[in-house]
């Protein structure tokens, strides 16, 4: 039995215009990032993450948009399928707003809860649950995490304003690095 023949590619056909399904997943794309202004439950940015996944978006992009639900940059992503060069993302217009005041009790209470959800999930993720049990896990090689929704976001912005946190971006935040201790010799 012979082989079948490779195709060569011809010169100057790089670039093709997406196939119809995509249209059309795109029209459904941007249906849904209107409703997420409206309701934003969790369903709808479940069914916007399949789809953008499907469409071929960067899946970090993507994974980033969505669990921070930023729509932003959802916009950009949207924009970036569509082939059109993506919006600078807008300024606020008050940068120095105030910020609420929080009891030191509920600050401490924030600060232990993310401090809990850290260390569960890299407890978590160097775990050999679900592995080989021959191997030894793998190391937790992230210092960020979303934090725990039981408190406001606000919060997490006193926190960083204190120095306790640092943000990351996309409402990721991170213990601040402390810089080595001086040794006294």
């Not at 921070?68 to 399928?81: F, K, M, S, V």
């Not at 601040?176 to 001086?182: E, R, Y």
């Amino acid at each position: 039995m012979a082989k079948p023949k490779k195709r060569r590619k011809k010169p100057g056909r790089s670039q093709q215009a997406p196939p119809a399904g995509a249209l059309a997943m795109l029209g459904e794309i941007e249906s849904l990032r209107t409703s997420l202004e409206e309701q934003g439950d969790g369903a709808a940015w479940g069914a916007i993450q399949k789809l953008l996944l499907n469409s071929g978006a960067d899946s970090s992009q993507v994974a980033r948009a969505v669990m921070g639900r930023d729509l932003p940059t959802l916009d950009a992503i949207i924009a970036c399928l569509k082939g059109e060069e993506p919006a600078a993302p807008p300024t606020p217009d008050t940068p120095d707003e105030p910020l609420p005041e929080f009891p030191g009790d509920q600050l401490r209470d924030a600060m232990k809860a993310f401090k809990k959800r850290l260390k569960l999930t890299k407890l978590d993720h160097e775990s050999k649950l679900g592995r080989s049990p021959l191997s030894t896990g793998k190391d937790a090689a992230f210092d960020s995490i979303l934090p725990p929704r039981e408190f406001p976001a606000e919060i997490w912005k006193v926190l960083v304003a204190r120095g306790e946190l640092a943000e990351q971006g996309h409402g990721f935040y991170m213990l601040p690095k402390k810089p080595p201790a001086l040794r006294d010799s």
